[in-house]
Structure formats: structure tokens, C-alpha cells
């Protein structure tokens, strides 16, 4: 591998699912039980915040459950960061902190973080391990009721977008990994990138379809370590 290449990175729901957090599509096309738009819409959140309030909670409880842990795809990245010559810029679709967890340093969650809550009426983020409700209050306004998930939801604008996508015009290789690609705009990060220059690959359980330069398909704890290795070999 050349020395000193700029590597952007892009995960999804699919590298966390060997930890235990069930992907973003499970087969049954609901998502927790859930409608995507009851629970993942600020006009959901707006017709019922209570149902949102539980649906993060009941995922931010299972997140610090003690049963989540980060797995050897997550390891795997966190090594690349550390020992890769160039820049390595870490994008995740997920809400979850086990990139973090497993050491990665500089995480971009494009779409917001479960331990974290956000003030409607002041707009001050507060980490969070615990459940919110609508009476929950904001420690800086004391406004009650005012707190949602710090979440980017459909139709809302996903967080460092201007971050992204500098690192895209500037990326060498982009990889994709555990996504399906069918949330917009990371699902078009890989065209920007190749449209730059950038090499682009996937890695999936299975070919999404989308025109990466390759594609490594496999179970991400097993194919993310291999292409880890490759890249710094
Ligand atoms: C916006 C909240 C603009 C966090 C999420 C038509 C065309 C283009 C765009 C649109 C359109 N209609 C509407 C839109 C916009 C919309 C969109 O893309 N809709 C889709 C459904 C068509 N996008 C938006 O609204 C975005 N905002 O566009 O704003 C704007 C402009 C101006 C002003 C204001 C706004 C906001 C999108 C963010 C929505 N929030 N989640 C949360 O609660 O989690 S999205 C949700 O999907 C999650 O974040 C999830 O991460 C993300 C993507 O899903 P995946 O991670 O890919 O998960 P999925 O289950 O789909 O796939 C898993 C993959 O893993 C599979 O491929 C599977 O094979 C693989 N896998 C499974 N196991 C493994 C594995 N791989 C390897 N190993 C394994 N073991």
C-alpha cells in the first residue's frame, strides 16, 4: 500500500450487529418494532414524544446494558487510525459509541449519538446515560420538557457535513462498510469520492448493488481485520 494515503472510512448499522445492535432494516421492515416515521421524524417526535422518549431509552439501556461490546471490526479500525501513515477520517451512520469504545479517536456521527440529549429550547447537547421523558428538564434552561434524543432524524440535516465533505474531495481510498446504502447523503459519499479520484470498496455480508471499484463480502468482525491487515501491509 502507498505510504501516506487519505483514508475515508463510512460504517453502518451492519458493523455493529455482531455486538448485538440489530441493523437499521431487519427483514420484517419495521425497526424495533417500530415505523421509521413514528419513531425517527421530528413529526413523529412532534405527534408523540413520549414513544420516541421509550424507543431511545429502551436503545440507549441496551447499549450500556453490559451485553454490547465492541467487536474485532471495530478493534480493527481503531488499529488502522493508529498506525496508518496518512489521515484516517472515521464517518458512522450509528449511534452507538463502539467505534469510541473500541479507540477510535475522532469519530464523525453523521447522524447524532444515543448518550446524547439535546435542549429544544436552548440548544445545549448534555451527555446522557440516563432515560429522557417529557418531563425531563434541562439542566441549562430549566426548560421542562424541552429535551429530544441529540439525533438526526429523516428530513433533518445530518451533523459535520461541511467535515465530510472535505475529506471526501480529498480522499485517496473511501471505504464503505455495513451499510446498505439506502440513506441519503452517506449513501452518495462514494460517488463524491470516486469523483475526486478516490478508489472506492465495500464491505458488506452482501453486494449492495452500487458501483464500488470492489467489494469484500463477509461478516464485518472477519473481513474488516483482513482488509485492515491489507492496508497496512
Ligand atoms: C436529509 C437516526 C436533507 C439515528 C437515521 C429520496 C432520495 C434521496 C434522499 C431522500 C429521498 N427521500 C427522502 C430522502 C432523504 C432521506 C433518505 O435518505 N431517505 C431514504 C429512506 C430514501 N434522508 C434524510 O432525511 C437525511 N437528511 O436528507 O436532509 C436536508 C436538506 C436541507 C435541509 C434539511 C434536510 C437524514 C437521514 C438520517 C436519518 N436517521 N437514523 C438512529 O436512530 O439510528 S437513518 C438510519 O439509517 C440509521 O442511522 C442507519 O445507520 C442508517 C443507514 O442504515 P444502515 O446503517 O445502512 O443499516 P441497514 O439495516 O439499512 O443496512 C445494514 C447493512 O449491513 C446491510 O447492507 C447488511 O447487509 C449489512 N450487514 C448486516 N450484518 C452485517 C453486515 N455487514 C457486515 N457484517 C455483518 N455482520
New binding site residues.
Given amino acids: 500500500m502507498k505510504t501516506g494515503l487519505n483514508i475515508v472510512i463510512l460504517t453502518?448499522?451492519?458493523?455493529s450487529?455482531?455486538s448485538g445492535i440489530p441493523?437499521?432494516?431487519?427483514s420484517d421492515g419495521t425497526w424495533h418494532n417500530h415505523k421509521?416515521e413514528d419513531?425517527?421524524s421530528p413529526e413523529g417526535f412532534s405527534r408523540n414524544p413520549s414513544l420516541v422518549h421509550e424507543f431511545?431509552n429502551a436503545?440507549r439501556q441496551h447499549l450500556l446494558s453490559g451485553d454490547v461490546e465492541p467487536n474485532a471490526?471495530h478493534d480493527a479500525l481503531a488499529r488502522l487510525e493508529r498506525e496508518h501513515d496518512g489521515d484516517v477520517v472515521l464517518i458512522t451512520?450509528?449511534?452507538d459509541d463502539l467505534h469510541e469504545r473500541a479507540g477510535s479517536t475522532s469519530v464523525l456521527h453523521m447522524?447524532?449519538e444515543?448518550l446524547k440529549i439535546r435542549c429544544n429550547t436552548c440548544g445545549t447537547v448534555f451527555p446522557t446515560d440516563q432515560p429522557t421523558t417529557i418531563e425531563s428538564v434541562c439542566d441549562a434552561c430549566a426548560g421542562v420538557g424541552s429535551l429530544r434524543?441529540d439525533?438526526?432524524?429523516?428530513?433533518?440535516?445530518?451533523f459535520h457535513m461541511d467535515v465530510i465533505e472535505q475529506a471526501l474531495s480529498k480522499a485517496d481510498l473511501f471505504a464503505s462498510?455495513?451499510?446498505?446504502?439506502?440513506?441519503?447523503?452517506?449513501?452518495g459519499f462514494y460517488q463524491i469520492a470516486a469523483a475526486g479520484g478516490a478508489e472506492t470498496i465495500e464491505?458488506?455480508?452482501?453486494a449492495?448493488g452500487s458501483r464500488f471499484d470492489e467489494t469484500f463480502v463477509?461478516?464485518?468482525?472477519e473481513?474488516v481485520p483482513e482488509w485492515v491487515d491489507l492496508t497496512l501491509s
Avoid at 441493523?23 to 431487519?26: D, E, I, L, N
Avoid at 463477509?218 to 468482525?221: L, T, V
Fill in positions: 453502518g448499522s451492519g458493523i450487529a455482531e441493523t437499521f432494516r431487519a421509521v419513531v425517527a431511545y436503545r471490526a451512520q450509528n449511534v447522524h447524532g444515543l434524543p439525533i438526526v432524524w429523516f428530513g433533518e440535516m445530518p462498510i455495513g451499510t446498505s446504502g439506502v440513506v441519503y447523503p452517506a449513501a464491505i458488506n455480508l452482501e449492495t463477509g461478516r464485518a468482525s473481513t
